[in-house]
């Protein structure tokens, strides 16, 4: 079966991730970088993305819940692996088996993998997350000298071993960064006078680890920095020397000429201004596509970058090529490197008023996700077996 004939796609280069993650232990050199690869690895797909970041240098993964833990080792991943959002019934047992360092957020927590890791006869390693001013999750200050003594108290039993100390900042202001790391560094004391000794604290994301030095401790957990997008609204990938990874596109499905004053897509938000050409594209918000865009982003075909005009549909949006000639099978840029003549996904990002994370993360099970390869200086082990479309045109095919 071959369906992968670039209707729509998204195609991960997986040679610009790891060029970014070389990139970023250069800039930032700390002892340890965890490559976050939680929801799917912001739609770039978790296991080839994990193994590249593997391969590249980073030594740790993160994803928010278990079951994405699993999922990496199901997938023959067996670097260390922090999760750290749980259902509040959640069973860790499965994650202690497998490895997974459990991110504990609460007393509760603390002794349900306790009670996982006696039940199996094992030691649950914990990273115990302290709250030190996002107030979603972590330890609430008034309860770190209780969890931290809990915590001893089960390590003593050979019940867990608590590995690391971590927290996120609110990237609110700097100030307010500067008290959360103060406040981390209070729980860090804490712990050691609790007699906990984690090897590992962390607090930084890609936008701390850039730009505050003071919170890099021995590691950082990157994101969105690892796919080449900036996590700043006044610095760009370019500025950050990163190359963003994923390139969405598809093929004009069908051309249109029309005349001034026709309609197009529902509720004709846009008339033609004048006689002109219309592409149709196969992609719509089932897709990814921010319906919140109609009218307000750009696509490349060609040489020329297009405004979508009308509604965004759920498979399918129009664009308007004035007196440009487009065919049916012509390719079609959605977002790309920007360095190659294609709209950001951050200028989708700020059509659609949202951030550059959620328009990789937020593209649809419908796109396949196809892979190119760090070319030749491919890092031995990658295992491109997941690649579905070796032979498929390059960007300027
Ligand atoms: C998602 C997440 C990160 C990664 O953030 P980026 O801004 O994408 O680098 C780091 N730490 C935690 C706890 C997260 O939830």
């Known amino acids: ?18 060029a970014n993650v070389t990139h970023l232990r250069t800039l930032i050199g700390t002892a340890h970088l965890m490559a976050v690869v939680k929801a799917n690895a912001y739609g770039h797909g978790a296991l080839p993305v994990a193994r590249t970041v593997l391969a590249a240098g980073a030594d740790w993964l993160g994803v928010a819940d278990v079951e994405e833990a699993l999922q990496l080792r199901a997938g023959g991943i ?11 019934d959640v069973d860790f047992a499965p994650a202690i088996s497998q490895g997974v360092d459990l991110g504990v957020s609460s007393a509760r927590q603390l002794r349900q993998a306790a009670d996982a890791a006696a039940a199996l006869g ?51 202001s700097p100030s307010d960064d500067a008290d959360a790391i103060g406040r981390f560094e209070r729980g860090v004391r804490l712990a050691a006078d609790a007699g906990l000794t984690p090897s590992l604290t962390h607090l930084a994301s890609t936008a701390a680890a850039l730009r ?19 996590p700043f609204e006044d610095q760009s990938s370019h500025d950050l020397g990163l190359v963003p990874a994923m390139t969405l596109r598809g093929r004009v499905a069908a051309v249109r000429r029309v005349a001034a004053g026709a309609g197009v897509s529902y509720d004709y938000l846009w008339r033609a201004p004048e006689d002109g050409n219309l592409a149709l594209v196969p992609l719509g918000y089932a897709d990814g596509v921010p319906r919140q865009t109609s009218g307000a ?19 399918q949006f129009v664009v308007s090529v004035g007196q440009v000639d487009v065919a049916v099978g012509d390719q079609v840029v959605l977002f790309g490197d920007p360095a190659t003549g294609v709209p950001s996904a951050t200028e ?17 099970n ?22 579905q479309a070796p032979d498929a045109p390059g960007p300027e095919g």
């Open 1 to 18: 079966m071959r369906l992968m004939t670039g209707f729509r796609e998204a195609v991960v280069d997986l040679g610009a991730i790891a």
């Open 78 to 88: 067996d670097a260390p692996i922090l999760a750290w959002l749980h259902d509040p």
């Open 122 to 172: 094992r030691t649950a390693s914990v990273q115990l997350k302290l709250e030190t001013g996002l107030n979603r999750n972590g330890v609430h200050e008034p309860d770190w000298a209780d969890v931290f003594a809990l915590a001893a108290g089960f390590e003593r039993a050979g019940l867990l071993s608590v590995r690391g100390l971590f927290s996120h900042l609110s990237n609110a």
């Open 212 to 230: 505050l030095p003071a919170a890099r401790f021995s590691m950082v957990r990157i994101g969105i920095g690892l796919y080449g997008l900036s």
């Open 297 to 315: 982003a750009r696509v490349r075909i060609g040489g020329g970058t297009h405004p979508i005009v009308g509604r965004i549909a759920m498979d």
């Open 348 to 364: 989708w990002a700020d059509a659609a008023g949202t951030i550059n994370y959620e328009i990789v993360t937020r593209i649809g």
């Open 366 to 387: 419908r796109v396949p996700r196809n892979y190119r390869g760090p070319e030749q200086d491919a890092p031995s082990g990658i295992d491109l077996t997941v690649t």
